[in-house]
């Protein structure tokens, strides 16, 4: 073989592996609006947005997608260091939103009043009838408390933590950590 064919050869190979671990490297993001993902194991946090809004985008981001675009359905307010998403036809207390913190979303949280707007594996759980139907979707959490008023099932090593108090159900999802 000829060194052009040879260094052909090795190119055609390194572009192949470069390919290839790049897909690794970015995973699928989950917009939580319009992806159905079901697979319990592959969301992590990181890959999680709000109407293009993900954990560590910049404050600016965040007001760009969030209050100066318009969302069919959704009103937004600022409360303190939230960004709060309304129900425009019934907006009786925040469906969804994002905490600000140093300049950076740190939080983003769902609850049951967001129920109809998402999609994937998050829409049974918002609609769960107790934490062993939040189970039976998404496996054992990695610590959490269970009592008579409700139960908090923190999936920590995937960032995100679901409160449990009969009809209201909360998501927050942060970046991953301990208990």
């Known amino acids: 073989m000829n060194i052009g064919c040879r260094l052909f050869a090795c190119v055609g190979v ?3 592996v470069l390919l290839g671990t790049t897909g690794l490297l970015w ?3 989950y917009e939580l609006s319009k992806n159905d993902v079901m697979d319990p194991k592959g969301i992590k946090s990181a890959e999680v947005s709000l109407f293009g809004v993900k954990l560590g985008d910049t ?10 675009e318009k969302i069919a359905g ?7 260091t939230f960004l709060l998403l309304l129900d425009a036809r019934k907006p009786t207390g925040p469906m969804a939103g994002v905490r600000l913190m140093d300049g950076k979303v740190d939080l983003i949280f769902i609850n049951n ?8 594996i998050f829409r049974n759980v918002l609609n769960s009838e107790s934490p062993e139907d939040i189970r039976k979707l998404l496996g054992k959490e990695d610590c959490g408390d269970e009592n008579v008023m409700g139960a908090a099932m923190n999936y920590a090593r995937q960032g995100f933590l679901i409160n449990y108090l009969g009809k209201d159900v909360n998501i927050e999802f942060t970046p991953p950590g301990g208990c």
């Open 14 to 16: 390194g572009m192949a």
């Open 27 to 29: 995973a699928e993001s």
């Open 59 to 68: 404050e600016n981001k965040a007001y760009d997608l969030l209050v100066n």
């Open 74 to 80: 959704v009103k937004t307010e600022q409360e303190g």
């Open 113 to 120: 009043r967001f129920a109809y707007k998402v999609r994937g």
